[in-house]
């Protein structure tokens, strides 16, 4: 089943300042999501009840987390570049705070 994809507006400007190769495979990504409704590994992975994340290798370890609101809309909240082996705490945060403001719409 089709979805649709929205960058909440900070994704938007934090997509414009990764590396264009990282970019490129990212948007492919948001394709396939698109088309298929959800990645599996080792593109995608579930990391909480409610939230997944695309896992993107390219030269360094990139993740885009997503959640999907209204049955048929994913909203990538979060882009950022990946320096541990867990999700930071900072980034959840950051996440549920911006998906707060999705809800309040």
């Known amino acids: 089943?089709?979805?649709k994809i929205f960058l909440h507006p900070k994704v938007e400007k934090e997509l414009n300042k990764i590396p264009y190769?990282?970019?490129e495979e990212l948007?492919?990504?948001?394709?396939?999501l698109s088309d298929q409704g959800k990645l599996e590994l080792p593109y995608g992975k579930k990391i909480t009840k409610d939230l997944f994340?695309?896992?993107?290798?390219?030269?360094?370890?990139?993740r885009a987390i997503y959640a999907y609101?209204?049955?048929d809309i994913i909203i990538i909240v979060s882009l950022f570049k990946k320096k541990t082996?867990?999700?930071?705490?900072?980034?959840?945060k950051k996440v549920y705070k911006r998906l707060l403001q999705y809800e309040k719409e």
């Open 1 to 3: 089943m089709k979805k």
């Open 21 to 23: 190769n990282t970019r």
């Open 27 to 32: 948007q492919r990504l948001f394709k396939m």
């Open 53 to 62: 994340e695309i896992r993107i290798r390219h030269k360094d370890h990139w």
């Open 69 to 71: 609101i209204k049955g």
């Open 85 to 92: 082996n867990k999700t930071p705490l900072k980034e959840l």
